[in-house]
């Protein structure tokens, strides 16, 4: 099987890479073999890609060794932070087809797709910045030393992501570990390798050297397992479901003890009290469900509505979802398109039928949108209680539960009565109760009438299950550095 392979897309036609890239080249994987992605919208495979398994991931932690040791370690940092511009700027420059290949791989509507080309061309652009701003401090501690701190490259980093966000992802993981001048061996999910390998093609165009980033297509079991277990890996970062940053953890334990920082699931509330403007609430309740198909780590898909506000709620939100336009990811005018695998698109529904079994009152959706591809309809349950499954499980699809409160202080007990701890939202026109409430919520991002309004500026991470560590800002530029402490004798003649 080639290495590249000409994909034809309702919007233009480009040329896929097809290898696994490791050294800086398009290679096959050791085994020969291949797997499809499927178009979530037709559920027709658009390409085979080259599959990594561990022996693969072997040789790509090779590459990386070998460039860190050597010409990656003589790049000055501010010849890192040019590159990782001019990355950006080739991020820009192909928005077009990125945006086409998220569209096709991953069903997300183009126009959404473009959003999240922008988002990472900007995310590499701020990383650039910092490649030339890490910096140690000096510690006086005596007359007799000098002391001071260096913040170095933590080595090789292994880099697994997920499919909802397959370029995104792709940018958070990459900006922050090559700033501070580490190597890479990324794997992308299994659902959606296109655009990883998309962008392998722009690093080696932008001038990295060989063996800096690699990019791995393959599974979890196979690829990623080894990955977390690998002996000569300094640092793995995750994102995925909680499930599965569990047993990376124990890998890294298991192994060589690498570092670890999980991003993980969620059920975040979205609290909506009396005061609120309720025509703006409604717009950023609608956003933080049903965005991304509601394919987001931090969804808003417990809303919390108080009870002089419950009905009128009920029946705006009802009119907003119902307004959603769901279809064909290349109709520039597509806010929903299909969910990514007919995996999740049954893990969904089954949570949809647990629902409505468990008595909870469908407002609206509630099934299968048209006959072909993973489409369902944006789903609103009511009048649902604390214990039903669709209250406490992450469903990863567009689907979320009302429940009514008759205070600020339940809206507090329910908001953070789940093991998960990424986000959550308050919606009211008292900045008094918008600090209060946020200060009492257990979670990594609080957003005070607004919803998923996430920036690369800003840090994001989980509290509880829904991680460890923060990726995005200053904050992820931490997980990449080993701080070393060199204290100098100072001699007295
Ligand atoms: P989802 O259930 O939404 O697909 P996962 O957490 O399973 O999310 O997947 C996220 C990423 O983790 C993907 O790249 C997937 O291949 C990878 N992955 C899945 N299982 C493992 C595993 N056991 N070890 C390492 N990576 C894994």
Redesign the pocket.
């Known amino acids: 099987m080639s290495l590249f392979q000409t994909v034809q897309t309702p919007a233009l036609t480009y040329e896929q890479p097809l290898g696994l890239f490791i050294n800086n080249e398009f290679i096959k994987g050791v085994d020969g073999k291949t797997f499809e992605t499927i178009n979530p919208h037709n559920e027709k495979p658009i390409v085979a890609v080259h599959e990594g398994a561990e022996e693969d991931v072997n040789i790509a932690v090779k590459a990386a060794r070998s460039a860190l040791n050597g010409e990656w370690k003589q790049v000055t940092p501010s010849e890192r932070g040019r590159l990782l511009t001019r990355l950006a700027d080739f991020l820009e420059r192909d928005i077009e087809t990125l945006a086409a290949i998220e569209a096709l791989d991953n069903g997300k509507g183009v126009t959404m797709a473009k959003g999240d080309v922008t988002a990472s061309a900007g995310c590499l652009r701020y990383y650039g910045g910092w490649a030339d701003k890490i910096y140690g401090q000096t510690i006086d501690t005596d007359t007799n030393s000098l002391t001071y701190t260096r913040h170095e490259p933590v080595g090789v980093c292994g880099q697994?992501?997920?499919?909802?966000f397959p370029l995104l992802m792709f940018a958070w993981k990459i900006g922050p570990a090559l700033a501070t001048g580490n190597t890479i061996v990324m794997?992308?999910?299994?659902?959606t390798p296109l655009s990883g390998l998309y962008v392998a093609k722009l690093i080696k165009e932008a001038g990295f050297p060989p063996g800096v980033v690699n990019v791995i297509s393959?599974?979890?079991?196979t690829?990623?397992?080894?990955?977390?277990a690998h002996m000569d890996i300094d640092k793995v970062a995750?994102?995925?479901?909680?499930?599965?940053?569990r047993?990376?953890m124990k890998?890294a334990a298991d192994s060589n003890l690498k570092k670890v920082t999980l991003e993980?699931g969620g059920k975040s509330p979205n609290i909506v009290l009396p005061d609120a403007n309720l025509d703006e609430a409604i717009e950023w309740v609608n956003l933080g469900i049903f965005f991304n198909h509601g394919?987001c780590c931090c969804a808003g898909s417990r809303i919390l509505v108080h009870e002089a506000v419950y009905e009128k709620f009920l029946q705006l939100f009802k009119k907003r979802a119902e307004q959603n336009k769901v279809g064909d990811p290349f109709n520039t005018e597509t806010f929903q398109g299909p969910q990514?695998?007919q995996?999740?698109y049954d893990r969904i529904m089954s949570y949809i039928k647990d629902g409505k079994g468990a008595g909870a009152k469908v407002v609206t959706g509630g099934d299968r949108h048209g006959s072909e591809g993973y489409y369902i309809q944006p789903t609103i349950f009511a009048d649902v209680t604390e214990d039903m499954t669709i209250v406490k499980e992450e469903i990863?699809g567009p689907v979320c539960t009302v429940q009514k409160v008759r205070s600020e202080e339940e809206a507090i007990r329910v908001a953070n009565d789940t093991n998960y701890g990424l986000a959550a939202a308050v919606h009211t026109t008292n900045i008094n109760t918008a600090i209060r409430v946020s200060n009492a919520i257990k979670a990594g991002t609080v957003w005070v009438n607004n919803y998923n309004t996430l920036h690369y500026q800003m840090p994001f991470g989980g509290f509880k299950e829904s991680g460890v560590g923060r990726e995005l800002g200053s904050y992820a530029l931490e997980n990449y550095t080993e701080v070393k402490t060199v204290r100098v004798h100072l001699s007295q003649s």
Do not use: H, Y
């Open positions: 697994i992501i997920p499919w909802n794997k992308t999910a299994e659902q393959g599974f979890g079991r690829a990623g397992a080894a990955i977390a995750f994102t995925g479901s909680t499930l599965v940053g047993q990376i890998s993980l394919q990514v695998s995996i999740q990863f």
